[in-house]
């Protein structure tokens, strides 16, 4: 199964006045732009760098054990814009790397920003596929529950499933979900640990035929959606250590289909845990 595989512009809004017309009881406020020449240390990124995996994916009937490796290749222009290209030593099996794997990664400030391709099986029936530009999936200095990355959009798929079409709406979304002082990992403490939280969710229509003729319907089981008809089909806590980079990952990755369109080779719910613990790492 291939994982999900991150854009804020800062803007500096500069207010000013002068002479006469300023009011003295009011004190101009100017704001603090962004120094991008200081740049976050929670993913060094420097050519050659590489992290080792150990991952598990666990389902309902199986736990399978792996290893990938991830490192910082050659520098890859893209629109104009100098990014990282991410490489892996074969096919990841965890979720880390398989999201990163050929994408453009880039540091600017705080922030880390993927450009690439995402690439979700949520089942077997179910390809979630698009592409990013300047996707931020790190920010070092995020505010509590901060929705820092946000990015949407439609795909349409006539083959998933037989016989029905299918219309994928689809958010993708990293939040900051905390900072802890220190984190156990794999048997490995770490200190200074930021931890960011990627949603995917998802609201699948098809039609179905009827005696007054095509009905659009809700694809997934309306008791596990919200109210706008959306699931969060992936959802990634990921832990970034300062100086180490990613430590630890885990993934759920689940669905709900509506019990009409469930058969014999599409089941109706599906679970799947993927868990990623970094091994070994080298740092430039």
């Not at 030593?89 to 400030?109: D, Q, S, V, W, Y």
């Not at 802890?180 to 794999?186: C, I, K, M, Y």
Request: aromatic letters at 10%; glycine letters at 6%.
């Amino acid at each position: 199964m291939k994982y999900l595989n991150l854009f804020l512009a800062s803007l500096l809004v500069i207010f000013s006045s002068c002479g006469d017309d300023l009011d003295d009881n009011i004190v101009p406020v100017y704001e603090t732009p962004i120094d991008n020449s200081v740049v976050t240390n929670y993913f060094p990124e420097k050519a050659n760098n590489y992290w080792t995996y150990k991952t598990e994916n666990i389902s309902s009937t199986a736990t399978t054990i792996g290893r990938d490796s991830l490192y910082v290749g050659n520098d890859s222009i893209i629109n104009a814009i100098t990014y990282k290209r991410m490489k892996t030593k074969a096919a990841p099996t965890g979720f880390f790397c398989g999201a990163l794997r050929n994408n453009g990664l880039r540091i600017e400030g705080k922030l880390m920003k993927l450009t690439g391709d995402v690439s979700v099986n949520v089942g077997a029936s179910l390809p979630v596929a698009f592409s990013v530009t300047d996707f931020v999936i790190f920010k070092e200095n995020a505010t509590a529950g901060e929705e820092f990355g946000v990015t949407s959009g439609t795909i349409t798929d006539a083959t998933a499933i037989p016989g029905y079409p299918l219309t994928i709406n689809y958010v993708l979304k990293a939040i900051e979900d905390g900072g802890l002082a220190t984190f156990t990992s794999n048997s490995v403490n770490y200190t200074d640990v930021k931890k960011i939280k990627l949603v995917l969710s998802v609201k699948v229509t098809t039609q179905v035929s009827s005696p007054f003729g095509p009905v659009v319907v809700n694809a997934l089981d309306p008791a596990f959606s919200d109210v706008d008809g959306f699931q969060s089909v992936v959802i990634s806590d990921q832990y970034y250590a300062k100086n180490f980079g990613m430590v630890k990952s885990g993934t759920k990755v689940e669905y709900h289909l509506n019990p009409l369109l469930a058969s014999a080779t599409i089941p109706a719910t599906a679970t799947q845990t993927i868990n990623d613990y970094l091994l070994t790492k080298l740092i430039n």
